[in-house]
C-alpha cells in the first residue's frame, strides 16, 4: 500500500476523487441506516460496504430481507440490477488491456461509475496504460474507502435520528437523483414506465418476485421501442 | 434459517456475481465484442430496475391512500424528480425533496 501512494499518478487519481466522495456522502449514510434498520449486526453491514461495493445493490438486498424474500429471489434480482456492470466492463476493458492481469482483476473490483468517468478520461489524454492503471487504482480505493466510512457512520448514527424526520424518505431520493436524469430518451421513459406500471399491478406476487418481474419487463420495453425507433428513423 | 446467516450468503454471492459482472469484458472476453443486441438491453437497466425499486418505496405505507393524494412523498418525490433531471444533483434532490416532505407534513399535522 505505501508504494502505491509513493507514485503520483496513484495520488492524483485518489484526490481527483475527492469531491465525488462528498456526493457519495448521503447515499452512504442512506445505506448504513438501512442495513441498521433491516435488522443487520454491523459486521453484516461492514461487509456490505466492502464486499457488495454498491448502493443500488445494497438497498435493494436489505428492502428484500427486511421484506422476508427468499434468498434466492434476493440473489437473483440484485444480479440482474448488477448487468449494468457488463456494460462498464465492455468499456473499460481496452484501456486495461496492455496491463498484467494480476491488475486488472483489482481494477475490476473497484469498477463504478464515478472512477471508470474520471479514468477514460486519464486514459484518453495519456498514452500511459501503467498510469492510468495507478491512477483508476488512486481513484477506486478513495471511493470504496469513503464508502465504507460514511455507511459505517450511517449504521451507528442512525438511531440517534428522530423518526419524525422521515429520513427513510432519504433512501428513494438518493435513488430519484439517479434515475431521473435517465429519462432523457423515449426508450429510456418507457423501460422506466412499463417497469412502474408492473411493479404496481404485480406488487401481490408471491417471494417478493415483483421487483424483478417489473424490472425485467422495463428492459425488454425499453429495448423493443429502441429497436421499433432506430427502424422506424432509418425508413 | 438464521437470519444472520441469510444475509452473509447473501452478502457473499451477491458481491461475487457484482464481481464477476464488473470483471466479465476486461477479464474473460477480452478478445470478444458484445453481441449488439446484449448491449442494447444493457442500457435500460438502470432507468428499469431503479423506476422498479423506487416507486414502492414512495408509495408506501399504503398506495390506495397515495392514489387518493393523501400520502405526501407522492408530491414530494415528484418535486425531487423534476430538480433532479435538471440539476443531476443528488445533494440539491435530497435538499427539496426532504424539504417539500417536512413542509407537507406540517401543513397536514
Known sequence: MRHLFASKDFREGFVEMLPACVGLIPFGLV??????AAGADWLAALGMATIIFSGAAQVLAVQLYAAGAPTAVIILTCFVLGLRFLMYSAAMAPYVKPLPASWQRTLAFLLTDQAFAASVRRFNAKDD???????????GAALWLMWIATNMTGFFAGNAIPASWSLDFAVPLCFIALVAPLYRSV??????????????VLAALPMKLALIAAGLIGIVAGTLVDLARERWTAR | M??????????????????????????????????????????????????AL???????PSAAGALAGINPRVPAAIVAAIVAYFTHSTLKTLAVGMTTLWLLQALAG
Open chain 1, 31 to 36: 445505506c448504513g441506516v438501512g442495513a441498521q
Open chain 1, 129 to 139: 496504460p501503467r498510469g492510468g492503471g495507478l491512477h483508476f487504482l488512486g481513484c
Open chain 1, 187 to 200: 426508450p429510456a421513459v418507457m423501460a422506466g414506465l412499463m417497469a412502474a406500471i408492473a411493479v404496481v
Open chain 2, 2 to 51: 438464521d437470519g444472520a446467516l441469510k444475509l452473509w450468503i447473501v452478502i457473499v454471492v451477491v458481491g461475487a456475481l457484482n464481481y464477476l459482472s464488473r470483471l466479465s469484458f476486461i477479464a474473460f472476453f477480452a478478445s470478444r465484442e458484445m453481441p449488439p443486441l446484449l448491449a442494447r438491453a444493457l442500457k435500460f437497466v438502470p432507468a428499469a430496475m431503479l423506476t
Open chain 2, 54 to 60: 423506487v416507486l414502492p418505496m414512495v408509495l408506501s
